[in-house]
């Protein structure tokens, strides 16, 4: 079989629209929600996506907590000032890790964050709009979180992902328009 020359793939320039679908690049953010609840079938579809995701080692030391308890997420801003869309989320999804069981430690926070991106992309899928919120490294964030939802001192609260149906004022796309050539390097720097 003779092989085929390398095709040369063109970067897609900002701005420019995409013919992708069903991924990352339908993302929406939303930091104001509906009412609406997310569906029990929509959430273990969400928590299978975040069980898909790959992990360092394969170790797969996480715990995901769900939470639909409005005053639960109340209690969740103590010690988190940048958290505004607890007051309105339906859903909220922690994604925490144990380092006691893993077998390399130092890679929890990729883990972590791995299976943010797979739950945010499977919210997309479900046509539900979704926001990532930090919780780890800071320890007031951390310490509150724990707290409200009595999470063992041995697992650490690492980011918070509120879902929902969005309000249609309080919506944005996913960050698709922010392709820069100038920051891919092929090789070298």
Known sequence: MAEEPDKELTPIAAGEKTNYSDGIFDRKTARQFSSNKVTQEHIDLILKAAFAAPTGGNQRSWEFIVVTDKNLMLDMKQGNSYSQALDTAPLVIVIAVSPQTAAYPELLTMDAGIAAQSILVQASKLGLASVPMSIAPQKARIDGVSRALHIPADIVPHIMICIGQ???????????????ERKVHYNRY
Not at 166 to 180: C, E, G, Q, R
């Open 166 to 180: 969005p309000l249609t004022d309080a919506v944005s796309s996913a960050s698709t328009n922010f392709y820069d």
